[in-house]
């Protein structure tokens, strides 16, 4: 969970100066009250309306906030934005906020325009530019698990926020990430709005695929090779939010999935498959359409109904978590 605090900083003094000449045995008192500080706790699953304040108090508000790797202070609204995760990247375009720089190695399709030379190149998604980000001077980093070993280095040039889901609670955290984006650069409402509107249509979803009483099973391919998914893995929304009974439910919990063959596809038989190519983001020579192809398949129901749903892998694999990646995500559920 993450933990917000609010500082408004700014002296406001009201002088109320009395003089009394008729009675001299009468006292005189000013008062000068100074709301000097405010501190705010507030939890980013909380969606409610964006605060009222002045260009003044807006412009002097700092936010202390706490993550699963440290503490960190930033001024409200930071204007120089380093981006390593695509899904902080997808949300703060669909709010329309501007950064300055990226990785670019594996820029997903949706999110192409940030690889205009307008924006910095601050390394890869696992090796940053050092150099370059302190050239940069930036007000905020924000980063994801592919940059987690090196926090500390980043956190030593500029504040640095991590930011995070787990496929076993997809939901919940994608709402508390955008939340705290929408605090830190004032898109309370449109965030609100945003998520109003996604939880609806998950629920429209849900409800259509748990009144179809059919189960799925979800693969990683990688250049020939295919590992099976779960109800606790990184794809465990297809089961969990958006409805799909695991055709097995004691598939091993294992970051890479566990290992499966086609034979192991037929014996569950399931009634969708769902498909994210690896290989498709990091290089392969084989595709999943070319792998799925083959005779053992055909003895399925997901390949007789044309039920094998390859997801967008640029999405799925590396970009899930953002706004508009998590719709994409729901388009590609379609079910037939």
């Excluded at 000013?30 to 909380?46: A, F, I, L, Q, Y």
């Excluded at 260009?55 to 508000?61: L, Q």
């Excluded at 409200?76 to 995760?85: A, Q, R, T």
């Excluded at 609100?192 to 099973?217: C, D, P, R």
Aim: hydrophobic share 40%.
């Amino acid at each position: 969970m993450i933990i917000i605090m609010k500082k408004k900083s700014g002296l406001l003094f009201i002088v109320l100066i009395f003089s009394m000449v008729i009675f001299a045995s009468c006292n005189s008192n000013s008062e000068k009250p100074n709301k000097e500080s405010e501190t705010v706790n507030t939890e980013t699953s909380n969606l409610g309306g964006e605060e009222k304040l002045g260009s003044e108090e807006t412009e002097n508000i700092t936010m202390t906030i706490k993550h699963e790797l440290g503490e960190v202070e930033i001024q409200k609204n930071p204007e120089k934005v380093i981006v390593f995760d695509y899904a902080t990247l997808d949300s703060l375009d669909a709010m329309g906020v501007e950064i300055i720089g990226l990785p670019k190695s594996n820029i997903p399709a949706f999110l192409e325009k940030f690889a205009d030379t307008q924006y910095a190149d601050v390394g890869t998604l696992f090796e940053p530019n050092f150099e370059k980000i302190y050239e940069l001077k930036p007000d905020v980093i924000f980063i994801s698990g592919r940059q987690a070993e090196v926090y500390e280095e980043l956190a030593k040039i500029a504040p640095t926020i991590y930011l995070t889901v787990d496929g076993a609670d997809y939901m919940n955290q994608f709402m508390e990430n955008v939340s705290l984006l929408g605090e830190i650069f004032g898109k309370e409402e449109f965030v609100a709005n945003e998520l109003a509107e996604l939880t609806g249509e998950i629920q429209k979803l849900k409800e259509a695929v748990m009144a179809t009483g059919e189960n799925a099973l979800v693969v990683m391919a990688n250049d020939g090779s295919i590992s099976a998914h779960g109800d606790k893995s990184r794809f465990a929304i297809i089961h969990g939010d958006f409805g799909f009974p695991p055709v097995d439910p004691n598939i091993e919990v294992s970051k890479h999935g566990q290992s499966i063959s086609f034979e192991y596809i037929v014996e569950k038989n399931p009634d969708y498959l769902f498909v994210v190519d690896r290989a498709a983001i990091a290089g392969g020579s084989v595709s999943a359409e070319q792998i799925f192809d083959n005779e053992l398949m055909k003895q399925t129901k997901v390949y007789q109904e044309d039920r094998i749903i390859y997801l967008n892998s640029q999405v799925w694999y590396v970009a899930s978590g953002g706004l508009t990646g998590t719709k994409i995500m729901i388009e590609d559920m379609k079910i037939k």
